[in-house]
């Protein structure tokens, strides 16, 4: 202590956050990473068309560059109304999850959450199987709300609503003296998420032919991708990414837990409901439209705090994209096997994966110590 | 407010009151605390474990609020001041703090300057120069590119110091900065600290233990007991046996060191 007092007569700096070069090559590396497996991704399926093929067309119908004469009849269909919106919708769902999941990892302080732990999960299921099950339970409804509605199907409605307002139930009834202390949340998420997984239970003892549908949900699958399911997600997942990602710094400070949060000047309880409800809203927007797709919420904040450290500021951006690459790889994995759920591939290969890293790094990293 | 009493209070409680609201009724920790901190003032805030003197750094900071009195800072009531505003003025230093892992020295200072924060992703010239001034001053700055949790307890309390320095604060409060620490480094600490508040003029409340150790470190300490402040001046004046006694239920020994301060001294036990 004695030395450090000369050392402070000098105008010196400390950086405290990543270089630009850091920032460049991580984000980079991801951006590389999500248009490849993008590109391979559309390339690839039952019907080879070949990369130059799927450049071509990416390249006509997004970019509106001439059509090389060269392109097999019937790809361009192929590639632009059944792999693309496929793939994408892996990217977005990818990126979504990988997002949410870092965000309640921090938000809770706690390694075991992924995007579905407060309730988002069970509140969707029953949303959805109770869509999937509506001409049986209530038939009047079922044709009255037609197919439709913008465009989207009732079981994308009924995931979404029931994953959104879980949350929102669980949020209500945690908080108490105006504040919401995380571990109230996390305990009263598991109670409903508990609740809801005995309703969702119940409706697939009495599912009779819709086992299979409901089976296949719950596992994840991105097999019913279209434009309009993107057209609905796509806007939602962009506004909650740039609202979370442009809160890093709450989530660092959140991280010290809340009174030196306060502190350090942060409206505690305002950020923390924010936070939740935006990661729920990507959540949701996600589930809705793949399914309660496992572990890559889990996985992809961990591999990326172990690679790249636990400062949100680059975190965020980077759990978008190596999540998307994530789900994009996974999904043409599931494709390529004969069309199984992404969740079954997810979990089959994510998890022993997360495992031997988890082995391999001399430190395993819990968000916070004790 | 008068000119003059901006200028020379800091902060005050004027009769505050807090209970916690427990599920079998409330739990009253402050009766009627009235304490003044000058601006440069040094205070050793001195009390039962369970006085209430975490309590009462809390109602400074403005996470808790009085059930009754009023707290101000700089002469306002701190129901006025915004979070922000409060925290570019008022640093703490906590008893307990949950460090998260996988963080380096230099970025967990770095987080002291969040209430300063002008951009949006980057810092500014000005952060990383208080961060390196904070770190100095710490005693910090060979661990700035350590990991916080790879700190042993003495450079990890050093650390925490760093991060409350990093937001330039004009009041330092601080909680128990001696626990676990040994003999030297609550020394160095301490006197730390104290240079600070002579070269720079920071006020500083800190709650502490050991009252030789305040009586060494704080020109003024302050008793905290039965929810009330029941003796507030000159350790000299303060820190009898008498009020030991009575304070703690413990009975000590006056002595006098060879350069003929008082020192209170524990019989067996």
């Known amino acids: ?370 | 407010m008068t000119a003059a009493l901006r200028s020379d209070v800091m902060t005050s409680l004027e009769g505050v009151a807090f209970a916690y609201p427990m599920p079998e009724g409330r739990r009253e920790v402050l009766r009627s605390v009235d304490l003044t901190l000058a601006r440069g003032d040094l205070v050793a805030l001195v009390g039962t474990n369970g006085s209430g003197k975490t309590t009462l750094l809390r109602l400074l900071t403005g996470v808790l609020r009085p059930d009754a009195g009023v707290v101000r800072f700089e002469g306002r009531p701190l129901t006025d001041w915004r979070r922000l505003d409060l925290a570019r003025r008022v640093a703490v230093l906590p008893q307990q703090l949950d460090l998260p892992v996988g963080f380096r020295v230099a970025e967990l200072v770095g987080m002291g300057r969040a209430p300063h924060a002008r951009r949006l992703f980057a810092s500014t010239e000005a952060d990383e120069r208080a961060v390196a001034r904070a770190l100095a001053d710490a005693g910090a700055l060979e661990l700035t590119d350590r990991f916080a949790e790879e700190l042993s307890g003495g450079e990890r309390q050093r650390l925490l110091v760093a991060m409350a320095l990093a937001q330039e604060p004009d009041l330092l409060l601080l909680d128990e900065p001696t626990l676990h620490l040994d003999l030297a480094h609550q020394v160095a600490l301490l006197g730390t600290i104290r240079r600070l508040r002579d070269q720079r003029g920071l006020t500083v409340l800190a709650v502490l233990h050991d009252l030789n150790l305040a009586a060494a470190f704080a020109p003024r300490v302050a008793i905290l007991d039965d929810g009330r402040v029941v003796a507030d001046g000159p350790p000299a004046e303060v820190l009898s046996p008498e009020l030991v006694r009575r304070v703690f239920g413990v009975q000590v020994d006056e002595a006098r060191t060879p350069d003929g301060r008082r020192h209170l001294a524990l019989r067996e036990v």
């Open chain 1, 1 to 370: 202590m004695r030395a450090a007092a000369t050392a402070s007569t000098k105008t010196q700096t400390v950086h405290t956050g990543p270089s630009l070069t850091r920032v460049t090559v991580v984000l980079g590396s991801g951006a590389i990473l999500v248009l490849t497996a993008m590109v391979v991704a559309v390339a690839i399926g039952s019907v080879g068309v070949g990369v130059g093929d799927t450049l071509a067309i990416l390249g006509h119908r997004l970019l509106g560059l001439p059509l090389a004469r060269s392109v097999a009849p019937g790809a361009e269909s192929i590639i632009f109304d059944v792999r693309l919106p496929r793939v994408l919708t892996a990217m977005l769902v990818g990126g979504g999850l990988g997002l949410a999941g870092t965000v309640f990892q921090a938000l809770l302080r706690n390694p075991m959450a992924d995007p579905y732990i407060i309730g988002t999960a069970a509140g969707a299921s029953l949303g959805a199987i109770a869509g999937l099950m509506a001409p049986i339970l209530l038939p009047v409804l079922a044709i009255g709300m037609g197919s439709s509605w913008l465009g989207l199907g009732l079981v994308q409605v009924l995931a979404f609503a029931g994953g959104l307002g879980t949350v929102l139930l669980v949020y209500a009834v945690s908080r108490a003296n105006g504040r919401v202390p995380v571990v109230t949340l996390l305990l009263t998420g598991y109670a409903v998420s508990s609740v809801l997984a005995a309703g969702v239970a119940l409706l697939m003892f009495f599912s009779g032919q819709h086992l299979g549908a409901i089976f296949g949900w719950l596992m994840g699958s991105l097999a019913a991708a279209k434009w309009t399911n993107l057209a609905f997600a796509a806007p939602l997942l962009t506004i909650s990414a740039v609202l979370l990602i442009v809160r890093w710094r709450g989530l660092n400070l959140l991280l010290l837990g809340d009174g030196p949060a306060a502190n350090l000047g942060l409206d505690v309880e305002r950020e923390k409901l924010m936070l939740t409800m935006l990661a729920t809203l990507a959540t949701s927007t996600v589930v809705a439209i793949s399914g309660t797709i496992g572990f890559v919420g889990l996985v992809v904040p961990h591999v990326l705090r172990l690679a790249i450290g636990p400062d949100h500021r680059l975190l965020l951006p980077a759990s978008v994209l190596y999540g998307a690459a994530l789900l994009t790889v996974a999904d043409l994995g599931a494709r390529v096997a004969g069309g199984i759920p992404v969740g079954i591939v997810t979990a089959l290969i994510g998890a022993p994966f997360f495992i031997w890293l988890l082995r391999r790094s001399r430190v395993v990293r819990p968000v916070v110590t004790p």
